[in-house]
């Protein structure tokens, strides 16, 4: 009895450590997945966004990682493409040189300042028009002085430029070559001032879209406003110390 009662107790005992063994033995399995999980995931960096999608297949699901940093976010924040949208256009100052210096007024229009091509090319206008009307008339009057001055009786184009009612028999040839010459040096004067005054809008034209692309994001929010309030003035002299004056003070805020 006593054996068989030993026989039972190692029995029971034996069963409890096979029961306890398969409990622990899942729980170790599951353990040891979730570290070898931990041990292959990839270290990512802060700024590295994972995307998770479809596989081929369609069975599972794959993790790429993307790698997005804080200066290509930053880029993709701004453009200074010619049509980029207006929420992200940036110009570049290099970019609006360029662009007005192969067609005025192309910079401007690359700024979006679409205000300032009427007055850039009103001022073109004008200046067209003084060369054109200058050298019309320097020409003419160039003509007449070189004809009056051969003594060639078949050139008389200058006889065209004499007073009305004068004769070209009895007028003072000297005085009147006086005249086509001081016409024709005035006309060119101001035919050669238009052609600078050209030049130089060009130019003004090309630093107008460098300043403008320069200060495209300037922050113009400072407070200029101006502040009236009632002031009292008291006198500077020991004679008028008890003496004050009123007024009115202007307080300006830039």
């Known amino acids: 009895m006593k054996l068989a009662g030993i026989l039972v107790s190692l029995f029971m005992t034996f069963c409890c450590v096979d029961v306890h063994?398969?409990?622990?033995?899942?729980?170790?399995?599951?353990?040891?997945?979730?570290?070898?999980?931990?041990?292959?995931?990839?270290?990512?960096?802060?700024?590295?966004?994972?995307?998770?999608?479809n596989n081929d297949s369609g069975v599972g699901l794959r993790r790429e990682p993307i790698q997005i940093t804080v200066d290509s976010i930053i880029n993709t924040t701004s453009s200074d493409a010619f049509f980029a949208a207006p929420a992200i256009f940036k110009p570049t100052p290099k970019k609006a040189v360029i662009y007005s210096a192969i067609f005025p007024g192309l910079g401007q229009v690359y700024n979006r300042k679409y205000w300032k091509l009427p007055i850039l090319y009103g001022g073109f206008i004008g200046f067209t028009y003084a060369i054109t009307w200058n050298n019309g008339y320097y020409r003419d009057y160039l003509g007449g002085y070189q004809d009056i001055m051969d003594d060639n009786p078949e050139t008389n184009r200058w006889h065209n430029m004499l007073p009305y009612g004068s004769d070209p028999e009895t007028i003072d040839a000297e005085w009147f070559t006086d005249v086509l010459q001081k016409r024709k040096d005035y006309y060119r004067y101001y035919r050669d001032l238009s052609i600078i005054g050209t030049v130089a809008l060009y130019m003004i034209a090309m630093v107008d879209a460098y300043v403008d692309a320069q200060l495209f994001d300037f922050d113009m929010s400072p407070d200029l406003s101006m502040r009236v309030e009632p002031a009292m003035m008291r006198e500077g002299y020991a004679a008028f110390s008890g003496s004050s004056s009123y007024g009115v003070q202007f307080s300006f805020n830039f």
């Open 21 to 53: 063994s398969q409990d622990i033995l899942p729980q170790q399995r599951r353990d040891r997945t979730f570290m070898h999980a931990e041990d292959s995931v990839a270290v990512v960096p802060p700024d590295t966004i994972l995307v998770t999608t």
